[in-house]
């Protein structure tokens, strides 16, 4: 393995025992050679996981600690608001659909865009939250509020296959709170009819909701984002390239064309919007 240079520098080996050098082709097909990992003795491997082991430990004590620090802030009321559905003006307690907490991602929306051009991030957030059972088992309803008008943002969640609550907060500016889209905010509602938020967070913080970058970071090539500090040879995502992008489209966007049209392969990326049929506007 190369010695750790630049953003490299700082992080120990994990282990001392000398390994054989193995590349490897991928994609599969491709010309291009990927450096692995030297491959060492089982004894040497074990030793060396277990000293990370032994960090990972100390990492998710730290969150735990954290996380009762969060559950500990105060509260702070929020003024009289109203989202957009498809039912039209709905007051935010609603939202909660009788649940206790309400937990919303507020979604960047560029007007009269493709859905190709919306936002790369925010579709990256959102489409990992397909299963809400865990979330309703604690009394908590998850909702995703836009930017955009209702009419416009719901032909997106239709076509991105999206199963909850999905509304506009476009002039809900006491939601805001003079903050832009982008963010997750957590709810809990009172027996009277008041809603309280008790936290918020934004950048790097809405990974919470992004579970293949958890996956991703047990893996050998992580993220593959050009920002980690990974060994000389490991594959990141090339210079110019959108990480949430894939042929000009948002990763998630892909597998749903698929559903819609039989040979993907075939496809030029689209520059019109797409309707729920996948045909273009």
Not at 83 to 95: H, I, N, Q, Y
Not at 140 to 154: I, K, P
Request: charge should be negative.
């Amino acid at each position: 393995m190369p010695n750790p240079t630049g953003a490299d520098a700082g992080i120990p080996a994990m282990s001392a025992e000398p390994g054989t050098t193995r590349t490897a082709v991928s994609p599969p097909g491709s010309q291009q050679r990927l450096v692995l990992p030297p491959a060492v003795s089982r004894a040497s491997w074990s030793a060396a996981r277990d000293a990370l082991l032994d960090r990972e430990k100390a990492h998710t004590r730290e969150g735990d600690a954290i996380a009762a620090e969060r559950r500990r802030l105060p509260m702070t009321a929020v003024p009289s608001a109203t989202v957009t559905g498809a039912a039209g003006p709905v007051p935010l307690v609603d939202v909660f659909e009788g649940r206790r907490m309400l937990i919303a991602y507020f979604h960047m929306w560029h007007d009269g865009a493709s859905l190709a051009d919306q936002c790369e991030g925010c579709t990256f957030s959102t489409c990992h939250m397909h299963t809400l059972d865990y979330l309703h088992a604690r009394d908590v309803t998850y909702a995703v509020f836009s930017q955009g008008a209702y009419e416009e943002s719901a032909e997106f969640a239709a076509f991105m296959g999206y199963n909850w609550p999905w509304y506009s907060a476009r002039d809900a500016t006491a939601l805001l709170a003079g903050r832009g889209f982008g963010f997750i905010a957590c709810y809990v509602r009172d027996d009277e009819g008041q809603v309280f938020e008790t936290y918020w967070t934004t950048d790097r913080g809405t990974e919470a909701l992004m579970t293949s970058y958890h996956a991703l970071d047990l893996t050998v090539f992580g993220r593959q984002e050009r920002w980690e500090a990974s060994p000389d040879g490991w594959p990141r995502v090339p210079a110019g390239e959108h990480p949430w992008r894939t042929a000009g489209r948002p990763v998630a966007q892909w597998s749903r064309l698929r559903q819609i049209q039989p040979h993907p392969a075939t496809e030029t990326v689209r520059s019109q919007p797409l309707t729920e049929s996948g045909a273009s506007a």
